[in-house]
C-alpha cells in the first residue's frame, strides 16, 4: 500500500495525468502521399520523427507512385486523403493546374531553395532535387566486359537484346524521360514527338525485354541478370547500391533530364495550417540533410551540410550531372500527355 500524496502533490499528479491524456488523445494524424520503400522508410525513420515530437502529430504516409497519388487526390478532391503530397515534378505541374493544391506559406526557407525547386508561384517546391540518366547492370557489364553506357542510343545497342527494362510511359516519369530525350536525338522537341514514335519499333523496341509500371522490379531484375540497361537517377542507383544490389550510374553525353520531386499542400484538407508547417518543415537544412544521409535524397536547399564524407560526394557528384542537365517543357508535356499515353499503350506496349 503507497502512502497517501499530500494533497497538492495529489493534485498536481493528477493535472499532470489528465495533460498527458489529453495530449494523447489530441493527437493528430497527418497523410502525406509519397514513393514506398526506401523513400517512405528513411521519412518515417529519420525525418519525420523531429516534427512529430514538435507538433504533437503522426505523420502516416500513404505509398503509391506519383500518378497514383494524383489520382486518389483527384478522386477525393473535395476531401482530399493526403494533407501534403510528393509528386514528380511533371506531375506536380499538372497537380497545380487541376486545383488540388493551394498556396505554401511564403516562409523564409523558400528563399534558400534552388531556383528550380520554387514553383509554380509559389504552389510547390521542390523538396529534393535529381535527374534521369542510365543506370545498368554492373556485374553483367563485368561479366560481358561491356564499357559503361554513355548515351541515351546505347538502348538501341543490339548487343542489349531482350536486356533493356524500360519504365511505362503513362505510369513513369523514368519512361517518359527516355522516351522524350530519344525523341530528341531522333530531331523531335516536346511539341513534336512524331520522330520518336516513328523509330522506336526499329531502334530501341526490339531490345526491350519488358515495360514495367515502376522501377520496383528492377533490383530483383538485375540480382537475376534479365535486366542490363534502364532509364533511373543517380539516387535511386545509389539507395539500391547501398542495398548490395550491383547496380551503377552513367550520365549520357545528351544529358540527364531534370527530376524533382516536389511537394504541395493539397487544397480542401482537413488540416491546413498543420500541414503547411509539415510542408515547410520538409525544406528546411534539417530534413534534408536526414533525407540525404539516411535516404540519398539530394537537397533543394542550398543550406543544408552534407554530414558525411558518402555524402558529401554524391552532391558534389550531382553538382556535376547538372552541367549538361535538360530541362523539359512541361506545359507542352502535359498539355499533350494524354495523347501521348494513349498511343504509347497502343503503338509500343500493344
Known sequence: MFPPLPKKAGLLALATLAAAGTAVAQQKTLYIG?????????YTKYVFPAFERIHNVKV?????????ILAKVQASKEKPPVHVMFLDDGVMMRA?????????????????LYPAARMAGGMAAGVNVGMTGIGYN????????????????????????????????????????GFLMFNRIQGG?????????????????????????????????????????????????????????PMEYAN??????????????TANNDSPDLAQKLAEFLLTPQAQ???????????????????????????GQFKGYMKTVVTLDWDAVNQARPEWNTRWNKQVER
Open 34 to 42: 509519397m514513393n514506398g520503400g526506401v523513400m517512405e522508410q528513411s
Open 60 to 68: 502516416v504516409v500513404v505509398p503509391g507512385t506519383s500518378s497514383d
Open 96 to 112: 497545380v493546374k487541376m486545383g488540388l493544391c493551394q498556396k505554401m506559406a511564403d516562409t523564409p526557407v523558400q528563399k534558400d
Open 138 to 177: 554492373k556485374k553483367l557489364f563485368d561479366e560481358k566486359k561491356w564499357p559503361a553506357p554513355t548515351s541515351w542510343m546505347d538502348f538501341a545497342d543490339p548487343k542489349f537484346k531482350g536486356k533493356v527494362v524500360f519504365q511505362s510511359m503513362p505510369s513513369s516519369s523514368f519512361g517518359l524521360h
Open 189 to 245: 522537341s516536346e511539341k513534336n514527338v512524331e520522330p520518336g514514335f516513328a523509330k522506336w519499333g526499329s531502334t530501341i523496341g526490339p531490345n526491350v525485354l519488358e515495360y514495367i509500371p515502376s522501377s520496383a522490379k528492377l533490383s530483383e531484375m538485375v540480382q537475376t541478370g534479365e535486366a542490363a540497361v534502364f532509364p533511373l537517377t543517380p539516387t535511386s542507383v545509389a539507395t539500391q547500391k547501398a542495398r548490395g544490389i
Open 252 to 265: 549520357p553525353k545528351e544529358g540527364a533530364v531534370l527530376l524533382m520531386v516536389a511537394e504541395c499542400v
Open 289 to 315: 540533410a536526414a533525407a540525404l544521409e539516411f535516404g540519398s535524397q539530394i537537397p533543394s536547399n542550398v543550406k543544408t551540410q552534407p554530414s558525411s564524407p558518402a555524402s558529401q560526394a554524391m552532391v
